[in-house]
């Protein structure tokens, strides 16, 4: 009898460790490898690298529209293609975006299904690794029953061997709704631990959402399914007082970044550190000014959320400290040309590894001025920290001596050698790349750059 207490009380007692998700896997599990990976959203540029291929590359291939969402009874079409360049990754996913609130009907799954064996046949063609198909849905919590009949319909139609992920967003996770039904039907999920509240609300002030172990390791290990935890690594620029959020007539808002308004005195400026470890920067008008096409007055004040090696750091940690079947992260997202308030893919990777990788050394990138009777150069700073606390003091030394050189406003430029050009950047920039200058010389000429100390 003691026997069979003992063999009762130890079953339950196992049945209860794999139903709260503790943090390993079952004994005969093999270990899921950790990874890295990034959304290559449309924009994204190939210019950004990496030190070396990246694990993962989950690619925005097309959307899932309605062609007339006011009839009810309108086609569905899926447009999309596999971008012709990409970063080098192991392994790649095709993501398909539905960006109207609600779900796709059923009758757009055929549609969805014959351009995912379109494009996997593009990628055979192409030699790209494809391991599967996601879908970025942002469903309603209460429509998650009809989500997971979407999926199961969908997986019916996928090529043999085609992988299903999905995105998640967190408020799916909460108590009483069937979330596992949507799950049972894919390969992988992906939480989505940003942009938790609306960025146009009161409870502004982040973009990433802080990632408790202690919470989520039990919850997301108990559907024992692979997953990866999506961190972000962009930031945002929002009016937080003035006009109820709207921003000025003819914005160009989306273009400012800090490096604009640095030295500005019509603003004061205050910086501090969220939850996640991002950089609030905050600006408020103290008098009428022109930045760009933007009129502000007081009380318009403008707040930069900046991602920061530690914010990325911290969040990696978190995740790490999930275990289970917790499979890896994925960066939202690689960069656009020209993107401000986003880490480059270096940036990124050496903050979130654990081997002392270091962040890219900054380093000049030169474009001929095309003047005719004068050699002109553009100077351009790369690699430069996005969130960079303190001043950047860079020395630029030249082969042919320095004519003069017309500074991009606000970099602080002294020139004592006709050799030699000592820059100093303003801290808070909010880009990667960033316009210097133009030196003039009397011969084409070599820069090298380094950052002084």
């Known amino acids: ?5 003992y063999s009762l009380l130890l079953g339950i007692a196992v049945s209860l460790l794999g139903w709260t998700g503790c943090t390993r896997l079952e004994s005969h599990a093999a270990p899921i490898p950790w990874t890295f990976g990034f959304w290559f959203w449309q924009g994204s540029s190939t210019e950004s690298s990496s030190p070396r291929p990246v694990d993962a590359l989950y690619i925005h291939a097309g959307d899932i529209l309605q062609l007339d969402p006011n009839k009810q009874d309108a086609e569905w079409e899926v447009f999309g293609d596999i971008p012709r360049q990409l970063p080098p990754a192991k392994e790649y996913w095709i993501v398909f975006r539905y960006n109207r609130q609600g779900l796709p009907a059923l009758e757009a799954i055929a549609p969805l299904a014959r351009k995912i064996h379109s494009l996997r046949g593009i990628a055979t063609q192409r030699n790209i690794p494809l391991a599967g198909v996601q879908l970025d849905v942002d469903s309603p919590t209460r429509a998650l029953p009809a989500y997971a009949d979407f999926l199961a319909q969908l997986r019916k139609q996928l090529p043999a061997g085609m992988q299903l992920s999905i995105t ?3 408020d799916w996770f909460r108590d009483g709704t069937s979330i596992d039904g949507v799950i049972r039907e894919v390969d992988e999920f992906v939480p989505q631990f940003y942009d938790v509240a609306n960025p146009d609300n009161k ?22 399914k692979r997953y990866r935890i999506g961190v972000s690594t962009f930031g945002r620029a929002r ?12 914005s160009m808002f989306a273009d400012l970044s800090p490096l604009e308004l640095a030295g500005n005195r019509a603003f004061r400026k205050s910086a501090s550190r969220n939850a996640a470890k991002e950089i609030v920067l905050r600006y408020e008008a103290v008098q009428r000014t022109e930045v760009g096409y933007n009129q502000f007055h007081p009380p318009m004040s403008l707040e930069f959320i900046l991602p920061t090696a530690e914010s990325v750091r911290v969040a990696v940690e978190a995740a790490r400290k999930l275990q289970g079947y917790c499979a890896g992260v994925v960066f939202f997202r690689w960069p656009a040309p020209g993107e401000t308030l ?8 050496a903050a979130a590894e654990s081997n002392g990788a270091r962040p890219p050394t900054p380093e000049i ?4 001025g095309g003047c005719a009777t004068v050699v002109c150069t553009d100077l351009y700073l790369e690699h430069a920290p996005v969130a960079a606390e303190h001043p950047i003091r860079l020395r630029m030394e030249s082969d042919s001596p320095l004519t003069y050189f017309i500074s991009e406003k606000p970099a602080s430029v002294s020139n004592h050698d006709p050799l030699v050009l000592d820059m100093t950047l303003p801290e808070y920039l909010g880009r ?4 210097l200058g133009r030196a003039m010389t009397t011969e084409k000429s070599r820069f090298q750059l380094r950052e002084v100390q």
């Not at 009016?239 to 003819?250: D, H, K, N, Q, Y």
């Not at 990667?432 to 316009?435: A, E, L, V």
């Open 203 to 224: 409870q502004g002030g982040a973009v990433a959402a802080t990632i408790d172990p202690a919470v989520w390791g039990p919850q997301l290990n108990a559907f024992r």
């Open 168 to 170: 998640c967003l967190l």
């Open 342 to 349: 986003t880490m480059s893919p270096e940036e990124v990777l």
């Open 365 to 368: 990138r030169t474009l001929n």
């Open 432 to 435: 990667s790349s960033i316009y």
């Open 1 to 5: 009898m003691r026997g069979t207490q």
């Open 239 to 250: 009016l937080t007082t003035g006009a109820a959020g709207a921003l000025p007539s003819g």
